[in-house]
């Protein structure tokens, strides 16, 4: 298998191209029946693709507007590498940050759900689960880092001497915006409500606990809170300049700060340019300085080295794995072309060191065979094992 990637980050990009390049639940099914139909078996699944199928997705995306330049394209080695550094957070904007973990195995999880990820590339991401972990479990990348809600929190308590006073509003429900809730929560900020799509009951903890509002409640919402977190999975921007100005006439033009942590962004760009709200999007709260930087970027790269040297392993696996898997089909579909009086009379003789030489000399002129050039380098222990296992099961 020739694993190809191609993707875009904050490293290559500003937000603003990267919420264009979003593959969700409703487009991925279509984009991987779209490649699939073109490509047929050349392309296993579209989470692993190479530059010639990238004009396909772009086109589907419609990011027309994003330069070439913004992605990267990688492959082999160096895709699964770039792989287990997203997932285990030495790829993120907040180097060491776990958060990301997780959404890398729902991703995955939503594939295979989806039927839409192959054997091969759902064996490497289990590996990039596996060596993630190692990485981090063998080293101090997570020393004390800051999470993406943790930045949030910090940023907040730069700008409010008192954030425990208060109104804080919370947009969106999944994982992440509880991580901010909790977060807020043990710092003693409680005056904390939520807005979601559905209405969700969230437990902080034994004593403490949530209940989201419907999004119809968002502009009322909006009038009496002084923090805004926004951290939910929308294509357009769930609050809008008008909204804003609106609540700030209600609130008589009380300041509001809004941190944005979605991609796509849930809040209008242009609110920067009303008086009295401060908006910050997730490229600006990455800006803030991070604790222990400098130690965590040493352990980054111990990581790194564990993550090379796995990756390099894991690769050599499937590999392996590969091969095996197609000389026992080549010679499982051989062993079925023999008669029933063939196959019965090894059964009951269980001695296949014939077969084996038959194997080892004959001279197949068929091109799903390749003259079982494989096979024949295998030792004759080994090929009689596979043909045992054959008869056992037939």
Not at 320 to 325: A, C, I, P, Q, V
Not at 351 to 371: A, E, G, H, P
Not at 383 to 390: G, L, T
């Amino acid at each position: 298998m020739e694993l190809q990637l191609f993707g875009i980050n904050y490293k290559t990009s500003n937000v603003a191209e990267r919420e264009q390049f979003i593959i969700n639940e409703s487009n991925q099914i279509i984009l991987d029946n779209h490649l699939k139909s073109l490509f047929k078996r050349d392309l296993e699944s579209f989470y692993g693709i190479s530059k010639e199928v990238f004009r396909e997705v772009t086109n589907t995306l419609k990011l027309d507007d994003i330069s070439e330049d913004s992605f990267y394209f990688l492959e082999n080695h160096d895709a699964l590498v770039h792989m287990i550094k997203v997932a285990s957070g030495i790829d993120s904007q907040v180097l060491g940050e776990q958060e990301i973990f997780g959404q890398f195995k729902a991703a995955l999880k939503r594939a295979r759900n989806h039927k839409i990820i192959g054997n091969k590339l759902s064996f490497l991401s289990d590996k990039v689960i596996e060596i993630s972990k190692q990485a981090r479990t063998e080293t101090e990348i997570g020393l004390n880092s800051l999470s993406i809600s943790g930045l949030a929190l910090r940023l907040i308590k730069n700008i409010f001497e008192e954030p425990k006073n208060q109104n804080v509003l919370i947009l969106g429900a999944g994982s992440l915006a509880q991580n901010v809730m909790e977060n807020m929560y043990k710092k003693g900020i409680c005056n904390i409500k939520a807005v979601n799509r559905t209405p969700k009951k969230i437990k902080l903890n034994n004593n403490f606990e949530i209940l989201s509002s419907s999004l119809d409640s968002l502009h009322d919402e909006l009038e009496t809170a002084d923090i805004v977190v926004a951290s939910s999975m929308t294509e357009i921007p769930l609050i809008g300049k008008g909204a804003i100005e609106n609540a700030l006439k209600k609130r008589k033009y009380r300041p509001i700060l809004l941190i944005d942590l979605g991609v796509p962004r849930n809040i209008e760009d242009e609110i920067k340019n009303i008086e009295q709200a401060y908006l910050f999007s997730i490229d600006d709260i990455e800006k803030i300085t991070q604790d222990n930087y400098g130690k965590r970027s040493i352990e980054a790269e111990k990581a790194m080295n564990i993550i090379a040297l796995e990756a390099k392993l894991a690769l050599n696996s499937l590999s392996l794995k590969t091969s095996k898997d197609r000389m026992n089909l080549q010679l499982e579909e051989f062993l079925r072309s023999l008669s029933d009086k063939e196959i019965e009379q090894f059964r009951l003789l269980k001695n296949y060191s014939s077969l084996v030489q038959s194997i080892k000399t004959m001279d197949l002129r068929d091109d799903k065979f390749n003259n079982f050039a494989d096979i024949k380098n295998l030792d004759d222990h080994i090929i009689e094992s596979m043909i045992k296992r054959f008869f056992d099961n037939a």
